[in-house]
């Protein structure tokens, strides 16, 4: 009956869209409606908008399943959240933090800020990028869904099988993981593969690679991990959704399955990813650091060689997440070895780092704050990481708080610290507006704080034999000081946070127009208004050296020199279907997650219908006239 | 900041003094714990010294290069140092190096497999959840919760899992290996002294992960031998009508899941932990000390304890049986 | 976009020897669509060797040797590689601004890929009917998804080229139209490179053991 209902459904869904035979006043309504120009946004700039907006409500959601474990672990056998419900805050937690927060945060700055650096009016695929948006949030709300419907997945963000299988973890849970993660994974891939193609199609005269800034540089590198290291997720995704809803044996050890191929295919794709999002914030770092030191990044060239080095050994790896799983001492030993090379060239961007401040004059603003704090506690996170590759110390460290203690180093003081750097940093090009320095100082600190106060007695737990994942431990294993002061310093990041919220809206209220060179800024992205009009350049600038803004300053020049005559600019339509194919997906995963084959196969094929529309679709875009850009070049300099 | 890093330290320091954690990797009670202890004090070194020298450089950077008010000449803009650089890549190259070789030869020592000649206690251990098996098959032993060695002795572990993955931990004996469906890990570990070493599975398991706690008990050799005799020739046998009525209730409702060796009613068991020698055990589940009150509370609410457990609740039992039953349970030597 | 001069002229007559080059979106397609396939590349990757670790993990049913059948699987790697000749020559018809050319060869890939498909949906209904199922062993299950990955991709691509046959049709061959062919045909050389290894790897490696 069901089934019937939502044939029908889909019918009528598809023949008004088809025959356009709905109602042409609405339509028009929706249309002239301001969410609809979201939704079909195409812009770079607006996109990237989406994803902090996206990122920032995941990034709520995560935080509150943290300050839960936390509150739970306060006291020994306490039973706030026991048991499943504990695994699920856990998986939830890893899941939301590491694919629907730090990624979509960090394509948030890529979007805004990448095209600007590199001197291009747009991405070089505009529908793919906000195909990418859309797959993105659709696929973290599936997952996030289960949080509602009950029944989350409950066998951590690594998921490993045999708990994630049916037999031991019956109903939806695990279906929402396998699904949200799978499209939001197209989603990233398409992200990723827009990045790389913009960079290397879309640069200005004069803007070689090597006169890319360095946030470019680690974007791109990041990008080319996105690109190669998802598949395997994917791959292994299909798995998992095979076996648990089309019955296949891939890990089922009675039917000649074998469950590590999943650990392989999950840490092939999981190592790079820890690279995927701290690449990123090292570029972010470098932007500013130099920024605010009023001088050129020490040593450009040996940074990009060191990243690129970093991406291309990320792959190298992954096993280093598996030294129990009894591969032998010949293959820890080589895992291990590869594993310590990586912190070469870590070092490298280290010390360029310091000594890019070295001589310089150091403004301390709350962008510089977090960069400054950054760098002690990335060195911490990876320092714990060079004791972690070595084999017979990891077999200690392995699946204890020490491990939570480090990456939590690596992904709160290293990814979260350059992404609120980033933001700071970007906020008033992106808005037009500067954030509230003195409570952006405030929340740093409490922030700052708050972090090294949850984790780094953390490191002593592992050490003292408390495993992670666990919700409870024994009064006579006497960690129960460390965990309450852990849960404290936890309350106090919340804080910390709740005060960059309250900033955001203090700021949007007091605001004032920043300008567009509010920091002394030495990149192409200052030259042009803030925020950048749809165009982004009105005449595509001529770059002549690294640090292009800044060596125009320096020759006494106040813009940048064009490359081109002024012209009609010609820009890509608004769109819809990225928004419809998602739907579908996501439909479709529902219907999945629901073993509902029938909306399963009916959202799939909605996805593929709007696909083979696209394709049909005659979309030349519209060209920006001559005198309109000079009205808006001037409305902006005004 | 490192300040601040420091006054952490200094307060983990005190929290350690005033709370005494119950296990801790610093204070190995057996050789492989040591060799990973001694491997984790090399890297600590070496790291804590990395982390000084950038501190200094950070502290001296952001001291003497902030800028000062007024000040808004333009710093001198340095593309870089060749020199400089090379002295960054190969201290550290030098430093992982040192790591490294230690590293490489542990590795190998730690997996170590027993020689021919060697006179080593083998033990097989199987991980279910939530609870462990422990099988010496060269003594023809077989028992639940507790992993009796002989102190001072080498003893090897073939670790697999029943069900899902698990992961075999004692902080103070060595590391840990996982127990994976499918395939049988090995490893080694000794306890130097007698004792009682407090164990973990490290990987999440499911819901009582948390809770699926074993113990390794340390026993002087001939203490040992003679729980090894006690073993093979268990006294199961009811002594009293109580523990006879005991016996019966066992046979009527324990049986499908849980074996006793040394009486007539054989039973393959195994869904459950073996019970023989029962009243000897420390805890009940592995979890709760072994006394009468947390015996009544597992058998009356076994989910309550460990959630998510296959252990049915008796709660269904009258008070008399369910006396009978832990008097029989508790008599079990 | 950037390259906003180009577009302005008129695109229907002058179309270049590399007409799918012509354009920045050309130039975009192709480089995104290179990407693509390198991501496509490692998702096969992964497949084969998921499929290599369990390929002797077959139970009670047929073991590789048993099972696979040769000179059927040799008739449509034969097909499927002459398929991907008639693609590059239906990309030089469009080079030479030939339409009809284009259109014919084009179609003679359709085809091809389709008995393609037949084949091989012929080639698992008897392997099912041998007990070779998809749930009925480890090897069977990765036995599947590498084939079904294959062939959905080849589906797919049957799909997308005859879309494009009915583009052409309404438009003509278009700066529009040639990079769409041109990544059409990389994708269909992509898939028969694919099945080269799976011919290999999967059929051959399979029969020796």
Known sequence: ???????????????????????????????????????????????AVLYLLGGTFFFVIGGIEALLMRTQLLFPNNDF????????????????????????????????????????????????????????????????????????????????????????????GIDYYVLGVQISGFGTLMGGLNFIATIINMRTPGMSFLRMPLFTWTSFVSSALILFGFPPLTAGLFLVMFERIFGANFFDVAAG?????????????????????????????????????????????????????????????????????????????????????????????????????????????????????????????????????????????????????????????????????????????????????????WSFWIFFIGFHLTFFIQHFLGFFGMPRRVFTYQPEDGVTMINQISTVGAYMQALGVILIVVNVIYSYRHRTPAGSDPWDGRTLEWTIPSPPPVYNFAQLPKVRALDAFWHEKMQGNKQMEPAEPLGPIHMPNNNHLPFLMSLGMFVSGL????????????????????????????????????????RIEKGANA | MTLLLAVFAVFALVLTGCEEPAKSVFDPKGSAGEKNLDLIMLSVYIMTFVFVVVMAIYFYVLIRYRQKPGDNTIPKQVEGSMKMEMFWIIIPVILLVILAIP???????????????????????????????????????????????????????????????????????????????????????????????AGRCAELCGASHALMNFEVVADEQSDFDKWVAKRQKPSSEPRTAEQEAGKKVFSQNCMSCHAIEGTELKTSGGKGPDLTGFGERQKVAGLLENNDENLDKWLKHPDEIKPGTYMPSFDFLNEKDMKNLKIYLESLE | ??????????????????????????????????????AETVMFACFFGVYLA??????????????????????????????????????????????????????????????????????????????????????GSAFYTLLGTHGAHVLFGVCWITGLLFQARKRGLTQEMA????????????????????FTVVYLMGKVG
Request: overall charge neutral.
């Open chain 1, 1 to 47: 009956m069901a089934t019937i209902v939502v044939l029908v459904v889909f019918a009528l869904f598809l023949g008004a869209i088809l025959t356009g035979g709905y109602n042409k006043e609405l339509n028009n309504r929706l249309r002239s409606h301001w969410l609809w120009d979201w939704i079909t946004t195409t812009d770079h700039k607006k996109i």
């Open chain 1, 81 to 172: 959240i026991v048991g499943r419900e504990f695994n699920e805050l856990l998986s939830m937690h890893g899941t939301n933090m590491i694919f629907f927060v730090a990624m979509p945060l960090l394509f948030a700055l890529m979007n805004a800020v990448i095209p600007l650096q590199i001197g291009a009016r747009d991405v070089a695929f505009p529908f793919l990028n906000a195909l990418g948006f859309w797959l993105f949030f659709f696929g973290a709300l599936l997952m996030n869904l289960s949080l509602l419907f009950g029944n989350s997945p409950d066998s951590g963000w690594t998921n490993y099988v045999p708990i994630a299988s049916n037999v031991y973890s019956a109903g939806t």
């Open chain 1, 257 to 441: 399955g074998n469950p590590v191929i999943w650990q392989h295919l999950f840490w092939i794709f999981g190592h790079p990813e820890v690279y995927i999002v701290i690449l990123p914030a090292f570029g972010i770092m470098s932007e500013v650091i130099s920024t605010f030191a009023k001088k050129r990044l020490f040593g450009y060239n040996s940074m990009v060689f060191a990243t690129l080095l970093i991406g291309f050994l990320g792959f190298m790896v992954w096993a280093h997440h598996m030294f129990t799983v009894g591969m032998g001492p010949v293959a820890n030993s080589i895992f291990a070895i590869a594993t310590m090379a990586i912190a070469v060239p870590t070092g490298i961007k280290v010390f360029n780092w310091l000594f890019t401040m070295w001589g310089g004059k150091i403004r301390f603003t709350t962008a510089m704050l977090y960069a400054v704090g950054f760098i002690p506690t990335f060195v911490m996170g990876g320092v714990t990481g060079v004791m972690l590759a070595s084999p017979p110390g990891d077999y200690q460290y392995h699946d204890s708080y020490f491990v939570v203690a480090h990456f939590h180093y690596v992904l709160i003081g290293g990814t979260v610290f350059g992404i609120l750097a980033g933001c700071y940093y970007w906020w008033p090009k992106m808005f037009g507006y500067k954030l509230n320095e003195k409570l952006g100082k």
């Open chain 1, 591 to 630: 219907g999945f997650v629901f073993r509902s084959w029938e909306v399963g196969a009916l959202g799939l094929a909605f996805f593929f219908l709007v696909m083979f529309l696209r394709s049909f679709e005659k979309d030349h875009g519209y060209h920006i006239e001559t005198d309109e850009i000079q």
């Open chain 2, 103 to 197: 590293t490489l030869t542990t590795t190998f020592t730690l997996a170590e497999k027993p020689s021919e000649e060697e006179d080593a206690l083998r033990v097989k251990v199987t991980a279910h959840q939530y609870w462990w098996e422990f099988y010496y098959p060269d003594l023809g032993i077989k028992t639940a919760q507790e992993l009796h060695i002989p102190a001072g002795k080498r003893v090897h572990l073939e670790l697999t899992s029943d069900d899902v993955v698990h992961s075999f931990w004692v902080p103070e004996l060595g590391g840990k290996q996982d127990m994976t469906p499918g395939r049988t890990n090995h490893m080694w570990l000794d306890a130097k002294e007698p004792g009682v070493y």
């Open chain 3, 1 to 38: 976009m950037s390259t906003a001069r180009v577009e302005h002229t008129n695109a229907a007559t002058g179309l270049s020897p590399h007409p799918e080059r012509a354009t920045m979106e050309g130039r975009n397609k192709i480089i995104g669509f290179w990407l693509f396939l390198g």
């Open chain 3, 54 to 139: 369990l390929r002797n993990s077959s139970l009670d049913g047929p073991t590789t040797q048993e099972l696979y059948h040769i000179p059927m699987v040799a008739v449509s790697t034969l097909i499927l590689l002459f398929s991907s000749l008639t693609s590059v020559l239906g990309v030089v018809g469009m080079q030479q601004h030939n339409y009809k050319k284009t259109m014919f060869w084009f179609g003679v890939t359709v085809l091809l890929g389709a008995s393609f498909l037949a084949l091989e949906i012929y080639e698992f209904f008897v392997y099912v009917g041998e007990g070779h199922t998809f749930t009925s062993s480890a090897f």
């Open chain 3, 179 to 198: 990079p769409k062919f041109f990544v059409a045909s990389l994708y269909w050389h992509f898939i028969d490179v694919v099945w080269v290894f799976i």
